[in-house]
C-alpha cells in the first residue's frame, strides 16, 4: 500500500471529526445537557465498535494483557478530547471552538519535536503556518468578527487541543501490531471509561431520554468514536505524528461546510479563502510523501 493512501486515511479521520460540532449544537438545540451528549457519544459507539469487532473476528487473536492496558490508557485522552471540547462549544462560538481545538496543529509537532528529537522541517513549518493563517480566516476572525470570548471556553477549547494531541500521538505509538478494529474498541473502551468516571450515564435509566438521545448519540459515536480511532490506528503509523496533526487539519474546512449546509450559517467569502488556505496547507506538507511511492 502506497503512503498516500495512509496519508488520505488520516486526512479523512480528520474529517470525521469536522461533523462533530454540527450534530453537538443540534444536541443541544433539541434540549440535551452535554453530559448525555458526550456520554451518549461514546456508549452508542463504543457498543457498536465491539459488536463489529466481533462480527467480523475471523481468527482468534493473542494479544498481551500489558498491551491492552496501554491500547486502553490511549483512549482516555480520546475521550477527554471529547470532554473538553463539548464544554468549549457550550461557552464560546462554534467558530471559536474549533479555532482553539485548531491549535493541535501546532502542539503535534511540539510534542513531536520534545518526546522524539525530530526537528520539523522547513516545508512543515511553512505548512503550519499557512493552516493557521487559513484557520483564522475560517473561523471569521477576519472579516465577520470574532463572536463572544468566554475565558473559560478558551481553556476548555486548548485544553481540548492538547488532549487531541497527545491523542494523535500515542495512537500512532502503541499497539500498531493489534488488528486496527480490536485497537479502535480497545481505544473507545478506555475513553468511554473516563467519560463515564467524569459523568455517571445515568441517563441510561431514563428510557425516553435514551430514545430521544439516540439518533444523536449514534451520529456522534460513529464519526467521534468509531471511525477517527480506527482510521488513525490504520495511517497513523505511517505517516507519523507530526504529520499527521497536519492532514488531521481536515477537520476545520468540514465543520465550515457542516455549518453552513446544515446549520445554515452565514459563511463570509474569506471564511471560505480560509478553507482554500488550509487545503493549500495540508497539500503542501504532504508534498513529500507524494514522492514516495510505496511503504515496504
Not at 480560509?274 to 507524494?290: E, R, S, W
Request: glycine residues 10%; contains cysteine; positive net charge.
Amino acid at each position: 500500500m502506497k503512503i498516500w493512501q495512509y496519508a488520505i486515511i488520516v486526512f479523512l479521520g480528520g474529517c470525521c471529526y469536522g461533523v462533530l460540532s454540527t450534530f453537538v449544537k443540534l444536541a443541544y438545540a433539541a434540549g440535551f445537557s452535554m453530559a448525555e451528549v458526550t456520554g451518549g457519544q461514546f456508549l452508542f459507539g463504543t457498543l457498536f465498535i465491539w459488536l463489529v469487532f466481533l462480527f467480523t473476528r475471523k481468527n482468534k487473536i493473542l494479544i498481551d494483557k500489558i498491551q491492552i492496558l496501554k491500547i486502553i490508557v490511549s483512549g482516555f485522552p480520546m475521550g477527554l478530547t471529547g470532554i473538553f471540547y463539548y464544554k468549549s462549544l457550550q461557552t464560546v462560538d462554534a467558530s471559536l471552538a474549533i479555532i482553539f481545538l485548531f491549535q493541535f496543529v501546532w502542539i503535534g509537532t511540539v510534542i513531536e519535536w520534545v518526546f522524539y528529537k525530530k526537528r520539523p522541517d522547513r516545508s512543515k513549518i511553512i505548512a503550519i503556518i499557512v493552516l493557521l493563517f487559513g484557520s483564522v480566516l475560517a473561523a471569521g476572525f477576519i472579516g465577520n468578527g470574532s463572536g463572544q470570548f468566554s475565558l473559560v471556553g478558551i481553556v476548555w477549547g486548548l485544553l481540548s487541543a492538547c488532549t487531541f494531541s497527545v491523542f494523535i500521538l500515542v495512537s500512532g505509538a502503541v499497539g500498531n501490531n493489534t488488528p486496527p478494529i480490536l485497537k479502535s474498541a480497545l481505544l473507545s473502551t478506555g475513553a468511554l471509561f473516563i467519560v463515564m468516571i467524569l459523568f455517571p450515564p445515568l441517563f441510561i435509566f431514563h428510557f425516553s431520554t435514551l430514545l430521544e438521545l439516540a439518533p444523536y448519540a449514534s451520529l456522534l459515536g460513529l464519526f467521534g468514536v468509531i471511525l477517527p480511532p480506527l482510521l488513525f490506528s490504520i495511517g497513523m503509523p505511517y505517516v507519523g505524528p507530526g504529520l499527521g496533526t497536519i492532514l488531521s487539519a481536515s477537520e476545520l474546512p468540514i465543520a465550515v461546510i457542516m455549518s453552513a449546509t446544515i446549520l445554515r450559517e452565514q459563511v463570509a467569502i474569506s471564511q471560505w479563502c480560509g478553507v482554500v488556505f488550509i487545503l493549500v496547507g495540508i497539500a503542501f506538507g504532504n508534498a513529500a510523501l507524494l514522492r514516495i511511492k510505496k511503504v515496504t
